[in-house]
T-cell receptor, first 113, second 113 residues
């Protein structure tokens, strides 16, 4: 496709449930970022990949959050034992390099009940 | 602490009017500053990107300015249109490290007919 896609677009989870959020970046984008965006706030950095290597995961809020990009293209953000405070929009962005413009997906809106 | 502060938090103007959004940052060392537009329910879309040596950049009716000495940027929108209603986010990169891409909380702009 021409842009970044994310799935699912919406996810409702019961507290304690595990979820997996998928990101399909633009083909050829080496860099891939995950962000968490609370309502009315700007995105906050979670983690960054260069190809398949996870170079920075300093923004992941707890060890319940795990991200992977095994083949350097599609990435998955997994949240184990979801909590209500995990409710947010999770954005994925790709770029040629970290200094270039980031192209964002539409986000996955996660609601934990 | 690296921070990006935006003002106003929200703004309502009439269609056809101009407006200016502000961004102050304390991110250091500075690499570049970007303005993004985020429509409701969508990911951010890049409007402009400026490096240290650039003090103005235009993209159609959008003009961004940067004063690296005072660490301030502004986004001026000319002849506003209803489609300009969105959140405008200022993003400052400190260096090539992905985790040092700091997002402001955004200004929510509403254009009234």
């Amino acid at each position: 496709g021409a842009g970044v896609s994310q799935s699912p677009r919406y996810k409702v989870a019961k507290r304690g449930q595990d979820v997996a959020l998928r990101c399909d970046p633009i083909s050829g984008h080496v860099s891939l970022f995950w962000y968490q965006q609370a309502l009315g706030q700007g995105p906050e950095f979670l983690t960054y990949f260069q190809n398949e290597a996870q170079l920075d995961k300093s923004g992941l809020p707890s060890d319940r959050f795990f991200a992977e990009r095994p083949e350097g293209s599609v990435s998955t953000l997994k949240i184990q034992r979801t909590q209500q405070e995990d409710s947010a929009v999770y954005l994925c962005a790709g770029a040629g390099t970290t200094k270039e413009t980031q192209y964002f997906g539409p986000g996955t809106r996660l609601l934990v009940l | 602490k690296n921070q990006v502060e935006q003002s106003p938090q929200s703004l309502i103007i009439l269609e056809g009017k101009n407006c200016t959004l502000q961004c102050n940052y304390t991110v250091s060392p500075f690499s570049n500053l970007r303005w993004y537009k985020q429509d409701t329910g969508r990911g951010p879309v890049s409007l402009t990107i400026m490096t240290f040596s650039e003090n103005t950049k235009s993209n159609g009716r959008y003009t961004a300015t940067l004063d690296a000495d005072t660490k301030q940027s502004s986004l001026h929108i000319t002849a506003s249109q209803l489609s300009d209603s969105a959140s405008y986010i200022c993003v400052v990169s400190a260096e090539s490290s992905a985790s040092k891409i700091i997002f402001g909380s955004g200004t929510r702009l509403s254009i009234r007919p």
